[in-house]
């Protein structure tokens, strides 16, 4: 007996000899005990992804394979037939050398798992795909004469891979997905949310994890930009969005939270939806509350191409913005006072976030209660409303340009008002003297090394910085890398040498006085032993 069963155990491995794929999830079953010279038993070089579309739209399964002779491409489901030429419509595209199988108008029951054979008369490749279906909402149905609404509950959640957990001493990986999404410009203030002030000596692995995310979308992406993170927005909408162009435009751009799918429509009065508009796509959370705080993630099939935080902390406005009136030319303010301290919050102009730059000045108090806008030399064009949002509050007001205009007829000068009702202007409570909170300390750096000095200020209205080299101003020289984030002013030298040896000394002024700290750095040469 047990000899009849090694024999048939022989003939059944020499009949079907199952082999592996290089690709993972391919099972190869060679239907001959040996192949001739030249030939090859079908293989998948690129299997169909995982695919989750709305009811009623189309699904794309694509698979490429290879193989001597050149393989039949077959599909089936496990639960059900595919024969159905209405909905199902396998073919072959020349162009691209894919194996395709659309799915047309897709309904709840046709989410499912398949499967794509690809065979020839040496042996036979088959792998599975599933394919989600996100119901479309309510729907009409009759009861006894009346109309009764259910909802159609999605045929599967899906869920994306994790992020790997935080371990300690090391960086959030959150920060790092947050940053690969990002422009350069939004670094310092992504990093100081979680708490990271100086960032420079992550860049090096931080290029080189952008460029791996790259060769990733450049699967499925052919161009990406103008990526925004997430904000809310004066109309009380979260907005995240991106230009993007896809290589195939039926590829899925699917929404995460958290790493679970959220359902999106193109409907803007959806709790979710997705504005395509072009190559721009701009995804939409109406009337946000707390809990839609979260870790917000946008793939293209399985690549990401986006990833934002939306952050709801629990603030209220203290003192809201008021009003404002100005003279052409001149500047005016607009000032506000948190209930807790936040890093930054957003200055808006109509749908436009303000940025800190020539035109507008972005100040925080040392304590991270009171936040400024300054707008610099008001023109007509700056009149308007202005909006400061913390969290999913906000504050508005105006601001009224005054001007000065002179009559061609009677050579006198006149005023021209484009609003009236100015109201009383508040004296500040706040105005405090330009002080160290913690000073310049001395350096020794090695030759050919970077450099990096900092100190902690105050002072109400925020201080004008300056550094100085040997009492030449460095503000304007590019040698050098200077910020000031909340108050912490830093100076960083990347690459050290006999010239930078000095003194250092910054100088921090506003209308209330002046203060000043210094430090010598010294370099230390590199000597051969």
Same mark, same amino acid.
């Given at each position: 007996m047990c000899c009849v069963s090694f024999l048939f155990s022989q003939i059944i491995q020499l009949v079907f000899n199952t082999k592996r794929s290089r690709v993972p999830g391919v099972m190869i079953t060679q239907t001959v005990e040996q192949l001739p010279a030249g030939k090859s038993t079908p293989d998948f070089t690129r299997k169909p992804m995982a695919v989750t579309v709305q009811e009623g739209k189309k699904a794309f399964f694509k698979a490429m394979v290879s193989g001597e002779p050149?393989?039949?491409?077959?599909?089936?489901?496990?639960?059900?037939?595919?024969?159905?030429?209405?909905?199902?419509?396998?073919?072959?595209?020349?162009?691209?050398?894919? /194996?395709?199988?659309?799915?047309?108008?897709?309904?709840?029951?046709? &989410?499912?798992?398949?499967?794509?054979? &690809?065979?020839?008369?040496?042996g036979k490749a088959v792998c599975t795909t599933t394919l989600n279906v996100i119901a479309a909402g309510f729907k009409k149905k009759s009861q006894g004469g009346k109309k009764a609404y259910f909802y159609m509950n999605c045929v599967v959640v899906t869920r994306k891979k994790q992020l790997p957990p935080q371990k300690e001493g090391e960086i959030d990986p959150k920060l790092w997905e947050l940053l690969i999404s990002a422009? $350069?410009?939004? @670094?310092?203030?992504?990093?100081?949310?979680?708490?990271?002030?100086?960032?420079?000596?992550?860049?090096? %692995?931080?290029?080189?994890? $952008?460029?791996?995310?790259?060769?990733?979308?450049a699967k499925v992406v052919e161009k990406l930009e103008n990526v925004k993170q997430i904000e809310v927005k004066p109309n009380g909408k979260a907005e995240f969005g991106f230009d993007m162009q896809l290589w195939d435009p039926n590829s899925a751009v699917n929404l995460y939270k958290d790493g679970i799918m959220v359902p999106y429509a193109d409907d803007e009065n959806s709790k979710h939806s997705l504005r395509k508009k072009g190559t721009n796509y701009l995804f939409t959370i109406k009337d946000p509350q707390p809990e839609d705080a979260g870790f917000y993630q946008v793939d293209v099939e399985e690549a990401n191409v986006l990833t934002t935080e939306f952050r709801?902390?629990?603030?209220?406005?203290?003192?809201?913005?008021?009003?404002?009136?100005?003279?052409?030319?001149?500047?005016?303010?607009?000032?506000?006072?948190?209930?807790?301290?936040?890093? %930054?919050?957003?200055?808006?102009?109509?749908?436009?976030?303000?940025? /800190?730059?020539?035109? @507008?000045?972005?100040?925080?108090?040392?304590? $991270?209660?009171? /936040?400024?806008?300054?707008?610099?030399?008001?023109?007509?064009?700056?009149?308007? &409303? @202005?909006?400061?949002?913390?969290?999913? &509050?906000?504050?508005?007001?105006?601001?009224?340009?005054?001007?000065?205009?002179?009559?061609?007829?009677?050579?006198?000068?006149?005023?021209?008002?484009?609003?009236?009702?100015?109201?009383?202007?508040? /004296?500040?409570?706040?105005?405090?003297?330009?002080?160290?909170?913690?000073?310049?300390?001395?350096?020794?750096?090695?030759?050919?090394?970077?450099?990096?000095?900092?100190?902690?200020? $105050?002072?109400d209205p925020a201080p004008r910085v300056t550094w100085y080299w040997n009492n030449i101003s460095l503000n304007t020289n590019t040698n050098y890398h200077i910020t000031n984030v909340c108050g912490v002013c830093s100076l960083l030298i990347l690459r050290v040498g006999p010239k930078d040896n000095g003194e250092y000394k910054v100088v921090i002024q506003n209308k209330l006085g002046t203060a000043e700290s210094s430090m010598t750095l010294n370099v230390r040469g590199i000597h051969k032993v």
């Open positions: 050149a393989p039949t491409v077959t599909w089936g489901r496990n639960k059900g037939e595919i024969d159905d030429p209405e909905k199902y419509k396998p073919r072959y595209d020349e162009r691209t050398r894919e /194996h395709i199988l659309e799915i047309i108008n897709i309904n709840p029951d046709q &989410a499912d798992t398949y499967k794509c054979f &690809a065979t020839n008369e040496y422009p $350069k410009k939004d @670094y310092e203030k992504i990093c100081l949310e979680f708490g990271v002030t100086d960032f420079r000596w992550m860049l090096k %692995r931080l290029n080189q994890m $952008k460029k791996e995310r790259a060769d990733e979308q709801v902390p629990a603030v209220e406005f203290v003192d809201k913005i008021k009003d404002a009136k100005a003279v052409e030319s001149e500047d005016a303010v607009f000032q506000c006072v948190l209930s807790t301290p936040l890093n %930054r919050i957003t200055w808006s102009r109509e749908d436009s976030s303000l940025e /800190h730059g020539d035109k @507008y000045e972005i100040t925080i108090s040392e304590d $991270k209660l009171t /936040h400024t806008l300054r707008v610099k030399d008001c023109e007509i064009a700056d009149k308007g &409303a @202005y909006y400061a949002i913390a969290g999913i &509050a906000s504050s508005r007001a105006s601001l009224m340009v005054e001007v000065i205009a002179r009559d061609p007829m009677s050579k006198l000068i006149t005023q021209t008002y484009f609003q009236v009702n100015r109201p009383e202007i508040k /004296h500040r409570i706040f105005d405090s003297p330009p002080s160290f909170i913690v000073p310049l300390k001395r350096r020794t750096a090695p030759q050919g090394y970077e450099c990096y000095m900092s100190c902690a200020i $105050k002072g």
